[in-house]
């Protein structure tokens, strides 16, 4: 890291390019060197995604769907189970209520 005239720290990367923009801007006219510093990536060209980081993303997001839609699946078999066993409470379960009350009344 380096400071710039007014004391504030930059990346080597930014007063690299402020350099070249001055360089440029001594060789050619000002509108074509700031034409040409803006096709510049404002970072290091190691921070620009490559085709082949852009298809590894691609890969890994639809490994992420896959297993989306497994949680999906599983979330309905769940709340279908959930449904299905609370009709099987609420269909039997009084009965068997009155049942049990009925057998330990005959018990006493």
């Known amino acids: ?4 005239r007014l004391g504030t720290f930059v990346s080597s990367s930014e007063i690299d390019r402020f350099n070249l923009h001055q360089t440029l801007r001594g060789l050619m006219p000002e509108e074509v060197a700031a034409t040409l510093m803006s096709h510049l990536p404002p970072a290091g060209w190691s921070d620009v995604a490559l085709k082949s980081d852009i298809d590894e993303l691609r890969v890994r997001v639809d490994r992420l769907e896959v297993k989306i839609d497994k949680l999906a699946s599983m979330k309905r078999y769940v709340v279908t189970t ?27």
């Open 1 to 4: 890291m380096n400071s710039n």
């Open 82 to 108: 959930g449904i299905a066993l609370a009709a099987l409470v609420a269909g039997f379960g009084i009965p068997a209520i009155v049942l049990g009350v009925q057998i330990l009344a005959a018990l006493n």
